[in-house]
T-cell receptor, first 111, second 115 residues
Framework: QKEVEQNSGPLSVPEGAIASLNCTYS??????FFWYRQYSGKSPELIMS????GDKEDGRFTAQLNKASQYVSLLIRDSQPSDSATYLC???????????FGAGTRLFVKA | DAEITQSPRHKITETGRQVTLACHQT?????MFWYRQDLGHGLRLIHY???????NKGEVSDGYSVSRSNTEDLPLTLESAASSQTSVYFC??????????????FGEGSRLTVL
């Protein structure tokens, strides 16, 4: 079992719709959770971090964390073609600074 | 502005040759990481360092080595390049002091082809 699992996609949504990206992790002692966005041919960039159960909103992005289910999600509201990218879920274990990534979900937003 | 730079950005080498990828950060971060990215595998951790003279193996460390002689640099060396090491390599850093150590800053990547 991979430590961090994501559906590879591609996930295709029309412009203006909500895109929902999901991630599960295997290590119950994980403490910190992140979403990175990676455009084709570019390096990953952090877009959201979440540490507590519940929702965290930042503009059009909402991260959701459920530690009991070991589940993290990212919602993108009012999706734009510029949101088309690969979204990487990442997890930090408790007591360490080592970040483990999922394989990523490719998102296409159709104009 | 602080940044993290990698060199070379592109390299083609032959099987068996030694290759070194450079990573230099001006964030003054304690933590530095090397990842490789391959289709279907995402980012996999090769080696990491929590400070000067500290190095640790990641999940795919065989055939790679690193050294940390100062805060700014973490070069990655492939002792004897193999075709399986053809990949895109990303260097990243994070700051211990802020407590948000999972916030990684990435370099632009180095694309290595081993023929």
């Amino acid at each position: 079992q991979k430590e961090v699992e994501q559906n590879s996609g591609p996930l295709s949504v029309p412009e203006g719709a909500i895109a929902s990206l999901n991630c599960t992790y295997s290590d119950r002692v994980s403490q910190s959770f992140f979403w990175y966005r990676q455009y084709s041919g570019k390096s990953p960039e952090l877009i959201m971090s979440i540490y507590s159960n519940g929702d965290k909103e930042d503009g059009r992005f909402t991260a959701q964390l459920n530690k009991a289910s070991q589940y993290v999600s990212l919602l993108i509201r009012d999706s734009q073609p510029s949101d088309s990218a690969t979204y990487l879920c990442a997890v930090n274990r408790a007591g360490g600074f080592k970040t483990i990534f999922g394989a990523g979900t490719r998102l296409f937003v159709k104009a | 502005d602080a940044e993290i730079t990698q060199s070379p950005r592109h390299k083609i080498t032959e099987t068996g040759r030694q290759v070194t990828l450079a990573c230099h950060q001006t964030w003054n971060h304690n933590n530095m990481f090397w990842y490789r990215q391959d289709l279907g595998h995402g980012l996999r951790l090769i080696h990491y360092s929590y400070g000067v003279q500290d190095t640790n193996k990641g999940e795919v460390s065989d055939g790679y080595s690193v050294s940390r002689s100062n805060t700014e640099d973490l070069p990655l060396t492939l002792e004897s390049a193999a075709s399986s090491q053809t990949s895109v390599y990303f260097c990243a850093s994070s700051d211990t002091g802020t407590g948000d150590t999972g916030e990684l800053f990435f370099g632009e990547g180095s694309r290595l082809t081993v023929l």
